[in-house]
């Protein structure tokens, strides 16, 4: 039997659970009511989130396409670079990096935040330190170091034994996720939705449209998962389908989109939104405690509530790290970043030049603290967005240039579809760096994001040598091994 056959990696489940999981992830426990506050009211923020759904389908399909077509590490990185060359390729993957290799650190954050709701000993003593005005206690670090731990050594053994972890995070997360929804169905109140709007004070927007148009800039991020998919493509079981491939992207993309609008009705409805507003992280489980007391019922919600937002945690840490090792090491086949990042572990296959940077980063996270979330929030949407559109473009410059490129999934709408994706990609990005509109990121995240780009664009720079250390056909076969459709012809020499 050859080794192709053998090849035992991620299956279709496994990919629907990757993506749903990396989408759904925390935010929908300790995050939801913060949405009400930001788009001023449970009516802006499920149109919200039902309105970036609709847009990002369009975007999905264009994934869906690429990853099937060329199923390599790197996603975004490999689609750009056979459209458009050396520079776009740089501009997308490292842009990604921002939403990518940052959700690593901004998880082992969130870790403390919700132990600590049920460890106050995390809490204890005096702090450290305080960075952006919250402290630095030594026992929850070390707890969410632990913890970060447990997640490096997952993904050193491989994308299966990670894969699996996601599967099982993935499936707890769902029946915790589908159970608080129904639970909190049952005390729907319709007058807990009014007022329809109001600014709370978490936005600078005066009506229900502007509150719409601030979720804008928020829902990205948390919709931001459905692309670790091509990050894993490469490392799929060698029986896949890979027409059903595409179908599992758009799938992960709609089911995340109706989860989070129904949490969003029915805990919104359960009590007074604006009241939920003012809960502290996880809200949710607050929530229960609210309604049912601390008798059996509200007790056994409270501790359900807590688990799934632990498995949602665990879920996107885990899909994120999964991807953004992809991500690197797509990045560094292209010789785009240094050669460290593309070594490959010699008994497991993982990248483990990408995994010991991601362990650092994992490592720091839970010592830089909650205060600067937010701006970190603002600025990885952005480049969520900056990765869509150049997929969106890449795929409809290869209808154009390659209509006979193998593709085993095709995106139902074709060129305009495409154009449909990129456009409104493009909106996104432009209405989140203009100051006064309510979809403003922020000067801070303006700052980061800017200031990452700046960094990689002396990264870029400064390994011109290495990067033309060999000849562009020793590039593409690099960068595409695993795929069969290699048409040299069609890559740009930029």
């Given at each position: 039997?050859?080794?192709?056959?053998?090849?035992?990696?991620?299956?279709?489940?496994?990919?629907?659970?990757?993506?749903?999981?990396?989408?759904?992830?925390?935010?929908?426990?300790?995050?939801?009511?913060?949405?009400?506050?930001?788009?001023?009211?449970?009516?802006p923020a499920v149109i919200g989130f039902l309105f970036m759904t609709i847009v990002l389908i369009p975007i999905g399909f264009c994934y869906a396409e690429m990853t099937c077509a060329m199923p390599v590490a790197g996603g975004v990185v490999a689609y750009s670079y056979k459209a458009f060359g050396t520079f776009p390729s740089f501009l997308g993957g490292w842009c990604l990096t921002i939403a990518y290799v940052l959700?690593?650190?901004?998880?082992?954050?969130?870790?403390?935040?919700?132990?600590?709701?049920?460890?106050?000993?995390?809490?204890?003593?005096?702090?450290?330190?305080?960075?952006?005005?919250?402290?630095?206690?030594?026992?929850?670090?070390?707890?969410?170091?632990?913890?970060?731990?447990?997640?490096?050594?997952?993904?050193?053994?491989?994308?299966?034994?990670?894969?699996?972890?996601?599967?099982?995070?993935?499936?707890?997360?769902?029946?915790?996720?589908?159970?608080?929804?129904?639970?909190?169905?049952?005390?729907?109140?319709?007058?807990?939705?009014?007022?329809?709007?109001?600014?709370?004070?978490?936005?600078?927007?005066?009506?229900?449209?502007?509150?719409?148009?601030?979720?804008?800039?928020?829902?990205?991020?948390?919709?931001?998962?459905?692309?670790?998919?091509?990050?894993?493509?490469?490392?799929?079981?060698?029986?896949?389908?890979?027409?059903?491939?595409?179908?599992?992207?758009?799938?992960?993309?709609?089911?995340?989109?109706?989860?989070?609008?129904?949490?969003?009705?029915?805990?919104?409805?359960?009590?007074?939104?604006?009241?939920?507003?003012?809960?502290?992280?996880?809200?949710?489980?607050?929530?229960?405690?609210?309604?049912?007391?601390?008798?059996?019922?509200?007790?056994?919600?409270?501790?359900?509530a807590w688990s799934g937002a632990m498995a949602g945690l665990l879920t996107t840490w885990n899909g994120f790290y999964i991807a953004s090792a992809r991500l690197l090491l797509g990045m560094s086949r292209a010789r785009l970043i240094p050669e460290f990042f593309s070594r490959i572990h010699p008994k497991y296959g993982t990248p483990s030049g990408a995994n010991a940077f991601l362990a650092i980063v994992c490592i720091?996270?839970?010592?830089?603290?909650?205060?600067?979330?937010?701006?970190?929030?603002?600025?990885?949407?952005?480049?969520?967005?900056?990765?869509?559109?150049?997929?969106?473009?890449?795929?409809?410059?290869?209808?154009?240039?390659?209509?006979?490129?193998?593709?085993?999934?095709?995106?139902?709408?074709?060129?305009?579809?495409?154009?449909?994706?990129?456009?409104?990609?493009?909106?996104?990005?432009?209405?989140?760096?203009?100051?006064?509109?309510?979809?403003?990121?922020?000067?801070?995240?303006?700052?980061?994001?800017?200031?990452?780009?700046?960094?990689?664009?002396?990264?870029?720079?400064?390994?011109?040598?290495?990067?033309?250390?060999?000849?562009?056909?020793?590039?593409?076969?690099?960068?595409?091994?695993?795929?069969?459709?290699?048409?040299?012809?069609?890559?740009?020499?930029?």
């Amino acid at each position: 039997m050859s080794e192709k056959k053998e090849k035992k990696g991620l299956n279709l489940i496994d990919f629907f659970m990757l993506g749903f999981g990396a989408i759904v992830g925390v935010g929908w426990a300790v995050a939801s009511n913060g949405w009400m506050a930001s788009g001023g009211g449970v009516i802006p923020a499920v149109i919200g989130f039902l309105f970036m759904t609709i847009v990002l389908i369009p975007i999905g399909f264009c994934y869906a396409e690429m990853t099937c077509a060329m199923p390599v590490a790197g996603g975004v990185v490999a689609y750009s670079y056979k459209a458009f060359g050396t520079f776009p390729s740089f501009l997308g993957g490292w842009c990604l990096t921002i939403a990518y290799v940052l959700l690593v650190p901004w998880e082992a954050i969130y870790v403390n935040n919700t132990l600590a709701l049920v460890v106050p000993a995390m809490t204890a003593g005096d702090p450290m330190y305080v960075i952006a005005g919250e402290s630095i206690y030594l026992p929850g670090t070390l707890i969410a170091t632990c913890i970060g731990i447990v997640i490096i050594i997952v993904n050193w053994r491989g994308a299966k034994v990670a894969g699996t972890v996601q599967t099982f995070l993935g499936y707890t997360l769902a029946i915790v996720g589908f159970t608080v929804i129904i639970v909190a169905f049952l005390n729907f109140d319709v007058s807990n939705l009014q007022p329809v709007y109001e600014n709370v004070g978490s936005g600078s927007h005066k009506s229900l449209f502007g509150g719409i148009v601030a979720m804008m800039i928020i829902v990205p991020f948390f919709m931001g998962g459905f692309d670790t998919i091509p990050q894993g493509a490469e490392e799929a079981d060698s029986g896949l389908n890979y027409n059903n491939l595409g179908k599992v992207i758009v799938m992960a993309l709609l089911s995340a989109g109706i989860f989070y609008s129904l949490i969003l009705l029915s805990t919104g409805a359960a009590i007074p939104w604006q009241e939920y507003t003012q809960y502290p992280r996880p809200a949710i489980s607050l929530m229960f405690v609210e309604l049912y007391g601390n008798g059996a019922f509200g007790t056994a919600m409270f501790w359900i509530a807590w688990s799934g937002a632990m498995a949602g945690l665990l879920t996107t840490w885990n899909g994120f790290y999964i991807a953004s090792a992809r991500l690197l090491l797509g990045m560094s086949r292209a010789r785009l970043i240094p050669e460290f990042f593309s070594r490959i572990h010699p008994k497991y296959g993982t990248p483990s030049g990408a995994n010991a940077f991601l362990a650092i980063v994992c490592i720091i996270g839970p010592f830089i603290g909650m205060g600067i979330i937010d701006p970190i929030t603002s600025a990885g949407g952005v480049g969520f967005c900056v990765g869509w559109l150049i997929t969106s473009a890449s795929a409809l410059k290869l209808r154009i240039v390659d209509p006979d490129m193998v593709r085993p999934y095709k995106a139902p709408g074709g060129k305009p579809l495409m154009a449909i994706a990129s456009v409104l990609a493009g909106i996104i990005i432009i209405i989140s760096f203009i100051p006064g509109l309510p979809s403003f990121m922020g000067p801070l995240a303006t700052g980061i994001f800017f200031g990452w780009t700046a960094l990689g664009l002396i990264f870029y720079f400064a390994s011109s040598g290495y990067r033309k250390a060999i000849t562009e056909e020793e590039r593409v076969k690099v960068m595409f091994a695993s795929t069969k459709d290699i048409n040299l012809e069609q890559f740009d020499k930029n």
